[in-house]
């Protein structure tokens, strides 16, 4: 495998990951976190009940991780669980302080 670069192209130049700003303010490391928030939740949610299923699943599908995701697969996951984030953030469960 080889070193994977943390720049990506942008306009006539390269930016880190963590400086690119997707959509509605939000850089590539926050919604990253985001995104991780809810996973470590339904994981840590479902483990207390006995159900490993989720964690499962990502495990034997080989998640390679929301850093290493085009800022596009991002934009697309981050849509689908915004709405669970924000509801964890409502309700003051989310697992650790949220970058921001």
């Known amino acids: 495998m080889g070193v994977r670069s943390t720049e990506v192209a942008q306009d006539d ?3 880190d990951h963590k400086d690119l700003i997707i959509g509605e303010g939000l850089s590539h490391t926050v919604i990253a976190d985001r995104l991780a928030q ?3 939740w339904k ?3 479902d483990a207390g009940s006995g159900d490993y299923e989720y ?3 990502l495990l034997e599908s ?3 991780g929301y ?3 085009s800022p596009g697969e991002l934009w697309t996951e981050w849509k689908a669980q915004e709405e669970q984030w924000n509801a964890l953030r409502e309700d ?3 697992p650790w302080i ?3």
Request: charge should be negative; glycine fraction near 8%.
């Open 98 to 100: 949220t970058l921001e």
């Open 67 to 69: 850093h290493n995701m």
């Open 62 to 64: 080989g998640f390679r």
């Open 13 to 15: 130049g390269f930016i």
């Open 92 to 94: 003051e469960q989310l």
């Open 38 to 40: 809810v996973d470590a």
């Open 43 to 45: 994981i840590q949610s």
């Open 55 to 57: 964690l499962a699943n």
